[in-house]
């Protein structure tokens, strides 16, 4: 299953949680930590086995409805294909 | 437990000038059923007996919550060895840390487990020795492989992560394949294959651990093949030994820049070797708070930022990337911590290093031959084949 999979549901795998350090919201994971800014930090909210990847989508594109639609959605595939690669989502069908 | 890593994985980019350490390393105890002859634990073992209270680590870990560290990295010793293990985790875990137990899995039990996991655990490392029984008991010097191979089934039934830790060296670099196998039949989600670092047991038993120049390069085949064809399944990670390298490791993210380690009596160090350097003092938790220790200790500050530098460090392109190498090193192999790491290829003393590479890659056969150095190698026990090289195992303290 990949972020490609528009109706797949991503989740934070084991292990995976946003927390707080310095006013800041981080995604922490097994021996790595991500600072999240708006965006990024918007679409890992939402990464709650519950939200399709399409719902994610579009819930941004209203969100973020100054910029491109097509560009929004290319970000967030681009996003959750590189947390995938950390290994830091499952995807459920 | 575990030997030494140095921590090249936890990058969260900080924008603030003002570094503070990202994160603990609570050596709960020095306690452990195995006896790895690689071990990084210090040669003098501390005993229970000046091990910190329960009260003690819940401060040092809401001490460190407010100093900025992100995650406590549980280890010893075997961390399962303390019976307040589950408290420990709980309170870490209600400080605000991230929880990484690092662990050979031996003292585990099903209902720990469980305890653990509703306590807060986030992150369990699990090491091993090897992907087949004879050798990873041969090494650990216990009969463990079996218990391991139980816990992966149990981890299962649990939402925490799990990282399979593999001990890299001469005897099982030629098996990863095995223990990527092996990991696939877990719930692993990261790998970490760490080549030994030549500290503590694993400096006494060098000789033998090292692999040979071919072994390696085939090895680092196997892992970017491994690396592609797991992709968003298992994060594969490979630490390579450094004595290989043409420059040094930036040893935890340079001293005193992004970890505090508290050994099992509440000393701060810089660093897991920092012991093996001759004349630092360190402070203990029980006479000091932790920001008071980062800030102000002498140990914390003596290889801070540049100053210490000697050349060819101190006018090195790469002082900022690698920080001149490892402290504990330089110490162990030139006799003066502050000198350039020896396995810089710039280093005046690398012909040290080039010299015990060369030992071990003209030694005929599979095994390196003894130890040499001011260590005396035990003689292995009566009923050991004879072609078994002699380790020098780590004791257990009281
Ligand atoms: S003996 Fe092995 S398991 Fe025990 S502390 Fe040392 S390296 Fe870790
Ligand atoms: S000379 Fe020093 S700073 Fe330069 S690469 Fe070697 S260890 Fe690093």
């Excluded at chain 1, 922490?28 to 086995?49: F, H, K, T, W, Y």
């Excluded at chain 2, 990670?237 to 290989?244: G, I, L």
């Amino acid at each position: 299953m990949t972020a490609r999979e528009l109706s797949s549901r991503p989740r934070l795998a084991p292990g995976c949680r946003l927390s707080e350090n310095n006013q800041q919201r981080i995604l922490q994971m097994p021996e790595r930590a991500l600072r999240l800014n708006g965006p990024s930090l918007e679409i890992v909210q939402r990464c709650d086995g519950k939200h399709t990847v399409q719902q994610i989508v579009s819930e941004l594109q209203q969100i973020y409805s100054k910029a491109q639609a097509q560009k929004v959605e290319e970000d967030i595939l681009g996003y959750l294909a590189l947390l995938q690669k950390e290994r830091a989502l499952d995807f459920e069908v | 437990m575990v030997p030494i890593r140095s921590r090249p994985h936890f990058d969260l980019a900080m924008t603030s000038t003002i570094s503070n350490p990202l994160a603990l390393i609570a050596e709960l105890t020095h306690r452990c059923p195995l006896h790895c002859v690689y071990c990084s634990n210090p040669l003098e073992l501390q005993s229970r007996s000046t091990e910190l209270s329960t009260e003690s680590w819940s401060r040092v870990f809401q001490e460190a919550a407010s100093l900025g560290v992100l995650q406590a990295d549980f280890t010893g010793g075997e961390p399962l060895a303390r019976i307040d293990i589950v408290d420990l985790v709980r309170a870490a875990r209600s400080a605000g840390l991230y929880v990484n137990l690092i662990t050979s899995g031996l003292p585990l039990d099903e209902s720990k487990l469980a305890a653990l996991v509703a306590a807060g655990l986030d992150h369990i490392q699990l090491s091993f020795q090897g992907a087949r029984e004879e050798l990873s008991n041969e090494i650990s010097g216990t009969k463990s492989h079996t218990q391991k191979l139980r816990v992966l089934e149990w981890v299962k039934q649990h939402r925490v992560a799990l990282t399979l830790n593999f001990v890299i060296h001469h005897r099982n670099i030629d098996q990863l394949e095995e223990m990527v196998a092996l990991a696939e039949t877990s719930s692993a989600t990261r790998i970490e294959f760490a080549n030994v670092q030549y500290y503590g047991w694993a400096f006494a038993n060098r000789e033998t651990l090292l692999p040979t120049r071919e072994q390696l390069a085939r090895s680092i085949g196997v892992i970017k093949r491994e690396q592609q064809r797991l992709e968003g399944r298992i994060r594969v990670e490979y630490v390579v030994p450094d004595y290989y390298a043409k420059y040094p490791k930036p040893c935890m993210g340079g001293w005193g820049r992004k970890l505090m380690l508290i050994a099992p009596s509440g000393d701060a160090l810089p660093c897991h070797a920092a012991h093996v350097i001759p004349g630092l003092a360190f402070e203990n938790v029980k006479d000091h708070g932790l920001r008071e220790i980062w800030e102000r200790s002498a140990a914390f500050q003596k290889f801070r930022g540049e100053d210490w530098m000697q050349e060819p460090c101190k006018t090195c392109d790469r002082r900022e990337q690698d920080f001149g190498g490892c402290r504990c090193q330089a110490s162990l192999l030139a006799g003066d911590a502050a000198a350039t790491d020896p396995v810089c290829s710039l280093a005046p003393l690398r012909p040290k290093v080039d010299a015990i590479l060369a030992a071990v890659n003209l030694a005929p056969a599979s095994v390196a031959p003894g130890i040499a150095g001011p260590y005396i190698a035990e003689a292995p026990p009566a009923n050991e084949p004879p072609t078994r090289p002699s380790w020098l195992y780590r004791p257990n303290p009281a």
